[in-house]
């Protein structure tokens, strides 16, 4: 015999039409692997002290659970996996100061970004990979900045990281060479590993990196040539090697990189001429080259680069004439020719410049008449520097009507100094003194002249 099966009561029924959806978004809240959450929280951790992660965030990738400086990514496997992590700057979680680099950021198998700035400031701490490696390591960018008790040399397990595009390494205390397996990492798009304390040569691998856009080596101690095979670097757009102690001439072949925007040698032991064919440079906007003993002439091709914005080639001991080519550049801003053995006159063209508003070509051996109008004068001020130049002068109209330009009127105030040289190109705009003297000296040899005769 068959029972009936009583009816659920209005109220029974209205509380399981309520309860239900909370169980179902229960069951449909998916959360990361165990062990990759396990390993992330170990890390905050060691790294922070701002809040209790795994108290206040059970569930990093939760939406609306998240803290600031993680980012997530759904993988393949359907699940939420730590793509970012973003340490030091505000509002990322701060570094708290027993923070040590924390490894099992490469155990993090999804991760693509992390970032350390101003983090490790108290313990001295390295760059240490775990035992076990990841096979395929999905890390894209490496940024290590501004951490001064960040010391060691660059571990060259780094170069397992094959995916990596992007590795900054600056303004830390790392020491020891550039390990060359370093230059294995094809993918890199932008090395910056300046204001470090590294040494030895730049290695010949470098070469390898035929995808790089950014190389940033500057303020550390590094020694020998420029390798040759930089020249292979032809999607390079800025190199910066300054303030190191690299020596010899620059090599040939910097014609090839003509996607270069930015070259910084400064501050180097670099001597001699400079490579042919600079004139192919095209993209170049900044040439930043001082405090090296060249002891050469002036570049003549640096005036054929028409995007060329800044020259800086002060303290170099360049001799020769101030090449006519660079009154062309029509997108010149700033010219310092400082301190170097520089003669003959400035040639006329630079008041014609739209864009210029520093130029120092101070504590040369120039002469003539300075070739600037009275507008150009005003219009540059204190940022116009020609001090040291002995056989400069400026003509008497523009006395009044600019501040210190660091040179005399013409026919004033004579030093010991080579006299002034007026050239046929100043003689429309004749020194006023020196103009009186001639006529006077002329007058002198007619009336001898005559008294001669009579």
Not at 137 to 152: I, T
Not at 183 to 211: A, E, M, R, V, W
Not at 415 to 427: L, R
Request: proline letters at 9%; hydrophobic letters at 35%.
């Amino acid at each position: 015999m068959k029972t009936k099966r009583a009816l659920p009561s209005p109220t029974s029924l209205l509380f399981h039409l309520l309860i239900t959806p909370l169980f179902l978004c229960e069951a449909n809240t998916v959360s990361m692997p165990p062990s990759e959450s396990e390993t992330l929280f170990t890390i905050m951790d060691s790294m922070s002290s701002d809040q209790q992660w795994r108290r206040s965030h059970p569930n990093p990738c939760a939406p609306g659970s998240s803290w600031p400086g993680i980012e997530c990514k759904t993988g393949p496997d359907r699940l939420p996996h730590v793509s970012r992590l973003d340490f030091g700057s505000a509002p990322n979680p701060s570094c708290k100061s027993s923070a040590s680099f924390p490894h099992l950021i490469f155990s993090l198998p999804f991760l693509q970004s992390v970032f350390f700035f101003n983090c490790f400031t108290h313990l001295p701490t390295t760059i240490i990979f775990p035992i076990k490696l990841l096979p395929n390591s999905s890390l894209q960018q490496l940024s290590l900045r501004s951490n001064p008790s960040l010391s060691g040399q660059i571990p060259p397990l780094i170069s397992s990281l094959t995916s990596l595009q992007i590795l900054t390494l600056s303004q830390n205390k790392l020491t020891g060479a550039i390990p060359p397996v370093l230059f294995s990492l094809k993918n890199l798009l932008h090395l910056d590993l300046s204001y470090n304390k590294l040494t030895g040569t730049i290695p010949l691998q470098l070469g390898n990196l035929n995808s790089l856009l950014g190389l940033d080596l500057s303020y550390n101690s590094l020694t020998g040539l420029i390798p040759h095979t930089i020249s292979q670097l032809g999607t390079l757009q800025k190199l910066d090697l300054s303030s190191n102690a690299l020596s010899g001439a620059i090599p040939q072949g910097l014609e090839k990189l003509r996607s270069l925007s930015f070259i910084a040698l400064s501050n180097n032991r670099l001597r001699g001429a400079f490579p042919k064919g600079l004139s192919k440079l095209e993209s170049l906007q900044y040439f930043i080259m001082d405090n090296n003993p060249m002891h050469a002439p002036l570049p003549v091709d640096l005036g054929l680069l028409p995007k060329l914005q800044e020259i800086q080639l002060e303290n170099s001991g360049y001799s020769g004439v101030i090449p006519e080519s660079y009154t062309r550049l029509m997108n010149l801003s700033s010219l310092s020719l400082a301190n170097n053995k520089l003669t003959g006159e400035i040639p006329p063209g630079f008041d014609s410049l739209p864009h210029v508003f520093h130029l120092n070509l101070s504590r040369n051996s120039l002469i003539g008449v300075v070739p600037f109008d009275s507008s150009f004068l005003r219009r540059l001020g204190k940022n116009l520097d020609l001090s040291g130049n002995r056989g400069l002068c400026l003509n008497p109209e523009d006395e009044f009507s600019v501040v210190k330009t660091g040179v005399g009127v013409c026919g004033r105030n004579v030093t010991s100094g080579p006299s002034p040289k007026i050239s046929q190109a100043s003689t429309s705009r004749c020194c006023y003194g020196s103009c009186l003297l001639a006529n006077a000296l002329f007058q002198v040899v007619l009336f001898l002249g005559l008294r001669h005769h009579r």
